[in-house]
């Protein structure tokens, strides 16, 4: 957790990222991304488009901007990002300021969810997101730290 990108309840993107073994020492993380740029087209563009239930409620840059953007250029823009707030993530304070930027616009706080965990789900509250990216979630009777596991939003 988090993977997925929303634009008001639809997906917009999802995240992985997984720790890969390295030398003795260190680590690396694999991040992969994927994006929908122009897929579902417009709610104006001819033709009705039907998605697929398995991928949920989804959305595209080119549905919620009007702006069919071609892959390339969003790439231009996308990484200059990316390698910015990896320079971030070098120090403390870089990580406070994200983890800040996050919290400021992460759909999730507040919302009761349940998380799916080896162990079995559980359910509660989000209350907080740690500088590290952990989810607090409160119980009720004490507050999880949770590092890892899909996370769904419960309708109030």
């Known amino acids: ?8 309840e639809r997906k917009l993107a999802g995240i992985l990222a997984e720790t890969v073994p ?26 009705p488009v039907e998605l697929p239930e398995d991928l949920g409620p989804a959305t595209s840059l080119w549905r919620e901007s009007g702006i069919r953007m071609e892959p ?10 990316l390698e910015r707030r990896l320079h971030d993530l070098d120090d403390g304070q ?19 969810v349940t998380v799916s965990l080896p162990e079995g789900p559980i359910s509660g509250t989000v209350a907080d997101i740690t500088v590290e990216g952990h989810l607090l979630l409160d119980l009720g009777a004490c507050t999880r730290t949770i590092t890892a596991g899909d996370v769904v939003h419960l309708r109030s």
């Open 94 to 112: 870089g990580r406070r300021r994200l983890a800040s930027e996050y919290r400021s616009v992460c759909g999730t706080l507040g919302r009761r």
């Open 72 to 81: 390339s250029t969003l790439l231009d823009l996308l990484l200059p990002e």
């Open 22 to 47: 390295d030398a003795p020492g260190s680590r690396a993380v694999v991040v992969g991304m994927g994006l929908n740029v122009a897929w579902p087209p417009p709610e104006t563009d001819p033709g």
């Open 1 to 8: 957790w988090p993977n997925d990108l929303i634009v008001g």
